[in-house]
């Protein structure tokens, strides 16, 4: 896919839809078997942007990229990966 944008030029993939940080801890601490766990942020570090969201539009424009995995699976997918990858 990202050969025909031989550019040096940055090109975002990702899930496409807003979400918070908490939400993305919540989904790795699920993905983990660990939703139990307590979180606990830093006050003293706010920031100015309340959710994040990768603009995906250049890659579908020049790669027809469509996120098709949710931001759940994919991380449960990447879960499941890592704890292949540190068994072996």
């Known amino acids: 896919m990202l050969e ?19 939400d993305v801890v919540a989904a790795i601490l699920r993905a983990a078997g660990h939703a139990k766990a307590d979180v606990v942020f830093n006050s003293s570090k706010p920031t100015a942007i309340p959710v994040r969201m990768v603009d995906t539009s250049k890659a579908r424009r ?24 540190i068994a072996k």
């Open 62 to 85: 020049l790669l027809g990229f469509e996120p098709s995995i949710s931001l759940e699976q994919g991380l449960a997918d990447t879960v499941g990966w890592y704890r292949d990858y």
């Open 4 to 22: 025909k944008h031989a550019v040096c030029d940055p090109i975002n993939i990702g899930y496409g839809k807003t979400v918070t940080i908490k």
